[in-house]
């Protein structure tokens, strides 16, 4: 059974980054046929998927995040990571990694609070 | 992008009888359409995909139809665990993937 878990600080001040990791056990990401995914929820709204990568690093982000989003994987350690510049309270959400099977997600982490402010 | 829109947004419904929820998609997704029920505070569960094909461990009082830009999830006999929020999910036009914007389905 796959499980993801996302990892990272719950706060981060206005125009800095946000960094958060997303450990995966119960499956091996460099054993490919998957894309692993960042996807977050504003409070009390819909989903929105940020982006996502494979194993061999070739990545794909959503346009209207494309220019602040850096998504890497690190093989070794069985992680992907998500990097989110200049942020400001519109980035206040709740992230999630999950995995992408064909286009859907069966798999996904818990989920993790990040807010931004002062 | 592919806009999908939700309807209703909220929807009254008492324990035993049927739901019915709709998504609809600014242009044609095929089949390429997942649903998904989300409970306060959980990560969403996939239910269905492939607009009809139900996933893993999910009961059989749920099914999807539909193809093109128009597709429907159908709870047949609520219960209680059933209420929730769902989300329509394309995933034939990418990137971005896009989500609909929900639908609550709370207690009449």
């Known amino acids: 059974q796959v499980q993801l878990q996302e990892s990272g600080p719950g706060l981060v001040k206005p125009s800095q980054t946000l960094s958060l990791t997303c450990t995966v056990s119960?499956?091996?990401?460099?054993?490919?046929?998957?894309?692993w995914s960042w996807i977050r929820q504003h409070p009390g709204k819909g989903l929105e998927w940020i982006g996502y990568?494979?194993?061999?690093?070739?990545?794909y982000y959503n346009p209207s995040l494309k220019s602040r989003v850096t998504i890497s994987v690190d093989t070794s350690k069985n992680q992907f990571s998500l990097k989110l510049s200049s942020v400001t309270a519109a980035d206040t959400a709740v992230y999630y990694c999950?995995?992408?099977?064909?286009?859907?997600?069966?798999?996904w982490g818990q989920g993790t609070l990040v807010t931004v402010s002062s | 992008e592919i806009v999908m829109t939700q309807s209703p947004a909220t929807l009254s419904v008492s324990p035993g009888e049927r739901a019915t929820l709709s998504c609809r998609a600014s242009?044609?997704?095929?089949?390429?359409l997942a649903w998904y029920q989300q409970k306060p505070g959980q990560a969403p569960r996939l239910l269905i995909y492939?607009?009809?094909t139900r996933a893993t461990g999910i009961p059989a009082r749920f099914s999807g139809s539909g193809s093109g830009t128009e597709f429907t999830l159908t709870i047949s006999s609520l219960q209680s665990e059933d209420f929730a929020v769902y989300y329509c999910?394309?995933?034939?036009?990418?990137?971005?993937?896009?989500f609909g914007g929900g639908t609550k389905v709370e207690i009449k």
């Open positions: 999950a995995r992408d099977d064909s286009g859907w997600y069966a798999y």
């Open positions: 119960g499956g091996s990401i460099s054993s490919g046929g998957y894309y």
């Open positions: 990568i494979y194993y061999s690093g070739s990545t």
């Open positions: 242009q044609s997704v095929s089949s390429n």
């Open positions: 492939g607009a009809s």
């Open positions: 999910q394309q995933y034939n036009n990418w990137p971005p993937e896009t």
